[in-house]
């Protein structure tokens, strides 16, 4: 009986091992779906019109700011972890950087460099808390909790833009040059302090990885558009925070509450009275 006892364990702990060795050679998966996708994996974002100086009339800089909690933003948020060969936008950027495909900038101006090392020193949250030793004379001391980086933290990106006339063609185009990565930080008691920007990235060296990762479709499984779609589309919501002044300025700076919510209309409409008024009907 005993000798039965210990076969059968020794049957069920050689099953458990064999299992584990097996799931570690497995390299790539059986496919989910009934075709390989390679459209976007193999895509290149669509290049941008050559311009020059001399065909620029007119030309405005404008900062804003994509909310990823707003409904349609949500694609650019999940999910949170990847799955099926998707991944949200700031896991695609800290992958980017981590492989040395993309820069990391200080400012909006990109003309302070930072290494890979200090973004991720500069991500890691550092708390102090007060403990008690666990034997006699059970006195506090303080001690750092490090808290690695976690991307579902990032819940807003600014962007810098440039909207321009062109003459030769006759249009009004608007160029992204910049993204910063924002969270949002709270004090200790789950109060809102403000919001953080964590660096900038120049947007056009991202478009080749942006072109190359899908974005979840509500309507279709089979259509999915690519991160650089749906920038380059402009399939986002957002509000302007700044646009380019002689004081160099936020709109908060000088105005706030719901005059700074019209003050970002007024600067979306102006853009748009001016493109209707190129033309008569």
């Known amino acids: 009986m005993k000798r039965l006892i210990v076969f059968c364990l020794m049957a069920v702990l050689a099953g458990s091992f064999n299992s584990s060795v097996f799931a570690q050679i497995v390299e790539a998966p059986p496919l989910i779906e009934p075709f390989e996708r390679e459209a976007v994996p193999n895509a290149e974002p669509v290049p941008y019109t050559h311009l020059r100086e001399a065909d620029v009339m007119w030309s405005k800089t404008i900062w804003r700011v994509i909310d990823l909690r707003e409904k349609i933003n949500q694609p650019l948020y999940y999910p949170m972890k990847p799955i099926n060969n998707r991944k949200n936008l700031m896991t695609v950027i800290m992958e980017g950087l981590q492989e040395d495909m993309l820069k990391a900038y200080d400012t909006d101006q990109l003309n302070i460099l930072k290494t890979y090392d200090e973004v991720m020193a500069s991500l890691q949250r550092e708390d102090s808390i007060t403990l008690f030793r666990d034997y006699p004379p059970y006195e506090p001391f303080d001690t750092l ?114 005059d700074a919510l019209l003050e970002s209309e007024r600067i979306k409409n102006d853009i748009f009275v001016l493109e209707h008024d190129l033309w008569e009907y």
């Open 145 to 258: 909790i490090k808290t690695e980086f976690d991307p579902s933290t990032v819940m807003m990106f600014r962007l810098m833009e440039v909207w321009f006339f062109d003459k030769q063609r006759s249009v009004i185009e608007c160029r992204i040059q910049a993204m910063c990565p924002v969270t949002i930080e709270y004090d200790e008691y789950g109060e809102f302090k403000g919001f953080k920007p964590l660096f900038w990235i120049y947007f056009p060296e991202a478009r080749k990885i942006f072109a190359k990762n899908d974005v979840f479709n509500r309507q279709n499984d089979v259509e999915r558009r690519s991160l650089d779609d749906i920038f380059f589309k402009r399939m986002f919501n957002s509000y302007i925070y700044k646009e380019s002044n002689v004081y160099d300025r936020f709109i908060n700076e000088y105005t706030g509450g719901l």
